[in-house]
């Protein structure tokens, strides 16, 4: 570790890695575990199952790496094929959603907002996370990749394999979805 | 629920914070309803971009159980293409010029001793 840096970057460490670095890897894997993890666990709500997409994931990026022309950040090609994986896996994971997710996520660090505003905006928070996860896979999936991450309808109709008028649909049902699930109080009449 | 509200109602979640424009518009902006219905989404919105502040932390096998795998060495795992390094290519040039040079010698050694 050179001095006056915190680690080397990721393209030094890409480069190195091209070139066959496993070490170099390894420290890729080690920045960018959690990120990916997080991703993994969003779209599966399963941690083992996530664990197992992480894992795949890095696997199959190491094998792609020559093929990686550095055109987007490593963490956003890692992004995609997290995507691919978890896709790919959707039937297995069906099979195997367990354990709740929303008790251990790590909040934001409340910044500038009063103490109440944080205790409802955490209980949100909560809420949310409790909601997404039971939205269907196909669901969750286009909102966690537009709202949560930000990707475009282009880009995850392309990754998932679906047309762009899927995604929307996907997208709109699941935020009328989740809206419900958080604010049912004023469900109103129809 | 007026007609307008329904409308207003079904087409809130694709919205994106854009309020809706001409009539319907003219609507919203008369409506309490539908003005707290496009604020919810506008909250929903913003409480999933913060989920992307949020990183769960990977367990700690992962990168171990990923080194295992890259450095197994095992059939299905296949390393990147070695990129020729450029003090490999010049350790290989200064080889073969030192061998090129070293035949040069023997070939003059050999007509000098045979011209003697």
């Not at chain 1, 392309?158 to 419900?180: F, P």
């Not at chain 2, 007609?3 to 919205?15: F, G, I, N």
């Not at chain 2, 990183?55 to 060495?73: I, N, Q, W």
């Amino acid at each position: 570790m050179t001095q006056g840096r915190v680690r080397p970057n990721d393209g030094e460490l890409l480069i190195r890695a091209r070139a066959g670095d496993r070490a170099a890897f390894s420290d890729l894997v080690r920045i960018h575990q959690d990120e990916v993890y997080t991703l993994a666990l969003r779209m599966t709500a399963d941690r083992e199952l996530a664990a197992d997409v992480s894992q795949e994931a890095f696997v199959r990026a190491w094998r792609a790496l020559p093929k990686f022309r550095g055109d987007a950040r490593f963490s956003t090609w890692m992004h995609r094929i997290v995507v691919n994986v978890a896709w790919t896996q959707r039937r297995k994971q069906a099979k195997h959603r367990t354990d709740p997710i929303d008790e251990s996520f790590v909040e934001p660090a409340a910044e500038s907002i009063s103490p109440e505003r944080a205790a409802e905006s955490a209980a949100v928070q909560g809420r949310l996370r409790a909601a997404l996860q039971a939205l269907a896979l196909p669901v969750r999936t286009v909102v966690v990749l537009k709202d949560v991450y930000g990707w475009s309808h282009g880009e995850i109709a392309e990754h998932l394999n679906i047309t762009v008028s899927a995604a929307k649909v996907r997208l709109h049902r699941g935020r009328q979805q989740l809206r419900t699930q958080l604010w049912p109080e004023v469900e109103v009449e129809a | 629920m007026k007609a307008a509200c329904l409308v207003v109602r079904s087409l809130a979640p694709s919205t994106e914070g854009v309020p809706p424009s001409g009539m319907l518009g003219d609507h919203v902006s008369r409506c309490l309803r539908c003005q707290a219905e496009l604020a919810r989404y506008s909250r929903l919105r913003r409480h999933l971009g913060a989920l992307a502040d949020e990183v769960e932390p990977a367990p700690p096998p992962l990168a171990t159980d990923v080194d295992r795998e890259v450095g197994s060495g095992s059939d299905d795992t296949t390393p990147p293409r070695r990129v020729p390094q450029v003090g490999r290519v010049a350790a290989t040039g200064g080889a073969v010029a030192a061998a090129a040079a070293g035949a040069a010698a023997v070939i003059v050694w050999r007509h000098s001793k045979a011209a003697v």
